[in-house]
């Protein structure tokens, strides 16, 4: 019974300790609605109709959103250069200068060289993407979502 007991314990004390260590910063749907807000504004200044994902930091999908007329296959760029820019932490437009160097980088599924995928980051550690679509450029596109997120700088105090 002795050894149940103290088992017991350790066992607890470790789940405690061990969840407090490995406590991360993550992106919320609150936050990810507020940033969805902001792009929708910004698409409009530029008279496009957009979608966008917004991931959090193990890939998953917090939000996802296609603008009113926004094309069929923009919810589905979106979601790539979302995952892109995850996946490596810099902007589909940087990875599109790495795949230049190293071709083979393309045969990850799922990746784009198409620019508009931004990581979402709290110093240099990445929390989440966002990925927009649908723009006639991704110049257009990373530049909404970088205009978006510089009206919402607020938020990263939360994540």
């Known amino acids: 019974m002795k050894k149940v007991l103290l088992t017991f314990c350790l066992l607890t004390m470790s789940i405690f300790t061990f969840s407090d260590s490995v406590a991360q910063k993550s992106i919320s749907l609150d936050d990810a609605q507020k940033i969805a807000t902001e792009v929708f504004k910004e698409s409009r200044k530029e008279n496009v109709k957009v979608?966008?994902?917004?991931?959090?930091?193990?890939?998953?999908?917090?939000?996802?959103?296609?603008?009113?007329?926004?094309?069929?296959?923009?919810?589905?760029?979106?979601?790539?250069?979302?995952?892109?820019?995850?996946?490596?932490?810099?902007?589909?437009?940087?990875?599109?200068?790495?795949?230049?160097?190293?071709?083979?980088?393309?045969?990850?599924?799922?990746?784009t060289t198409l620019s508009g995928g931004i990581p979402l980051k709290v110093g240099n550690e990445v929390i989440g993407s966002l990925g927009i679509g649908g723009a006639p450029s991704g110049a257009i596109d990373e530049k909404i979502g970088n205009a978006a997120l510089s009206k919402i700088s607020n938020l990263k105090n939360s994540w």
């Open 51 to 111: 979608s966008l994902v917004i991931l959090d930091k193990g890939g998953n999908i917090v939000l996802s959103m296609k603008d009113d007329n926004a094309g069929l296959h923009t919810l589905n760029t979106a979601e790539k250069k979302a995952f892109t820019s995850l996946t490596f932490g810099i902007t589909t437009t940087e990875f599109a200068g790495r795949v230049e160097k190293v071709p083979n980088l393309l045969q990850i599924n799922n990746t």
